[in-house]
């Protein structure tokens, strides 16, 4: 059973930086890409960031490039994502989530081909 955890989230004033890291188990963490999602209140859920099952490619929301870093431990079974110079439109509450396909050469922004999602941590941004 594939289950992950989220860390990290709280309340931050604008500019600040927050660091998240998400525990993957129950799965073989190195075969599949991984990503972090984000759903502000009333919105849908967005793409923010997503890396490679090496750790050597990553892609990123337009909206985030720039300030935000994923990346990944294979070794302990962990993806990050590091934010800074965070604006307040950055509230949400952030999830991580595995690739559904195992072994894909390719890692893609649609949420749809993403599962096993974790509880989320809310992140706040203050004015």
């Known amino acids: 059973q594939v289950q992950l955890v989220e860390s990290g989230g709280g309340l931050v004033q604008a500019g600040g930086s927050l660091g998240l890291s998400c525990a993957a188990s129950?799965?073989?963490?190195?075969?599949?890409?991984m990503g972090w999602f984000r759903q502000a209140p009333g919105k849908e859920r967005e793409f923010v960031a997503a890396v490679s099952r090496s750790g050597m490619t990553t892609i990123y929301a337009n909206s985030v490039k720039g300030r935000f870093t994923i990346s990944r431990d294979n070794a302990k079974n962990t993806v990050a994502l590091q934010m800074n110079s965070l604006k307040p439109d950055d509230t949400a509450v952030y999830y991580c989530a595995v690739d559904r396909i195992p072994l894909s050469p390719y890692i893609v922004s649609q949420p749809s081909r993403y599962g096993n999602w974790g509880q989320g941590t809310q992140v706040t941004v203050s004015s």
């Open positions: 129950g799965l073989t963490f190195s075969n599949y890409a």
